[in-house]
């Protein structure tokens, strides 16, 4: 009987890992930051916003983002990051977005955006 624990626990520590490896294959630019084992640091965010300014060179954007559950956000006004350049496509002045991000050291950095008008207006 005390087997059972000790395997269930093996195992979530098993998947847990497997998931931490997986993130860091995806974000191979920023795998130096990524290899801090800060808690929470990996994980993906979620939230809306509205597109206040955007500078392109610098790969920032200035968002007026809604609360965030998942790291006791209030909403406000701040920059993220923005690595991927193809993602200013919807990230425009006056844009309401929908989008996914991730604490990567200091930096709140974007990873995808989609905009909710896009999936509102289909039938
Ligand atoms: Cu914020």
Redesign the pocket.
Known sequence: MKKLPVSIFVLAGLSATATQAQQKMGDEANSDMAAKPAAGAQANHVTKGTVKKVDIKAGVVTLA?EP?KSLG?P????GFKVPDKALFDKLTEGAQVEFEFRQIGKD?VIGAVKSPGQYLSRP
């Open positions: 983002h965030v956000w909403g406000m006004t701040m709140y």
